[in-house]
């Protein structure tokens, strides 16, 4: 268990429809990272937050967008769904802007399926 | 941009034997942090070791080990006496150290599924 906690575990949902994933980090942790794991794409960097302002942009599309709220919880929104958003969507955490030993812990992952 | 590939799609290997997954990298950076991952069956990402680009000496972790040949821009793992649990998909990670907007991104390979057979 890296302590990272990520919900829901599964979602499935429609095409056109609009979700919300949950992330929690490590306690103490101020860094979050949003990645994206799918058939296609392999692994991607989506976003990065550190203490409530994003830091690093990746491979994001402008149908998803990203927060941190003040307790340090992150959540990434998803929106006009399409097909090819299915795939295992991963939050990471580090205790500083580039982590300790810059190793990241991540979370289970949420399965995003749409349908 | 910093470019990841593994060129192993799938290895296998039997169990107590030693097998060596490849990984090769470019960058134009010359300060930088290379990780391997393991993903078993339950999709978790699971740190196995890594390595920063300033040290000469190869990391160890148990029974794994890898060769980084900074010049060649290859990082591979080795793990000596596999054993069951080690069957899992293995991803090699980039990570630049400092500066710019990529502070924490890590460049994921395409990974490789290792199978070991009992």
């Known amino acids: 268990d890296s302590g990272v906690t990520q919900t829901p575990k599964h979602l499935i949902t429609a095409t056109g429809q609009r979700v919300t994933l949950r992330c929690s980090p490590r306690?103490?942790?101020?860094?979050v990272y949003w990645y994206q794991q799918s058939l296609d794409q392999g692994l991607q960097f989506l976003i990065q937050y550190y203490n409530g302002e994003e830091r690093a942009k990746g491979n994001i599309l402008e149908r998803f967008s990203a927060q941190q709220f003040p307790d340090l919880h992150s959540e990434l929104n998803l929106s006009s769904l399409e097909l090819g958003d299915s795939a295992l969507y991963f939050c990471a955490s580090s205790p500083t802007l580039a982590g300790v030993y810059n190793e990241q812990f991540f979370g289970p992952g949420t399965r995003l399926t749409v349908l | 941009a910093q470019t990841v590939t593994q060129s192993q799609p799938e290895m296998s290997v039997q169990e107590a034997e030693t097998v060596t997954l490849s990984c090769t990298y470019d960058t134009s950076e010359s300060d930088y942090y290379l990780f391997w991952y393991k993903q078993p069956p339950s999709r978790q990402m699971i740190l196995v070791i890594r390595q920063e680009a300033y040290k000469q000496q190869n990391a160890t972790e148990n029974r794994f080990s890898v060769n980084f040949q900074k010049a060649a821009k290859s990082f591979s793992l080795k793990i000596s006496d596999s054993q069951l649990g080690d069957a899992a998909m293995y991803f090699c990670?980039?990570?630049?150290?400092?500066?710019?907007?990529?502070?924490?991104?890590?460049?994921f390979g395409q990974g490789t599924i290792l199978t070991v057979h009992p």
């Open positions: 306690s103490g942790d101020l860094s």
């Open positions: 990670a980039y990570k630049h150290i400092a500066g710019g907007t990529s502070y924490g991104k890590l460049t």
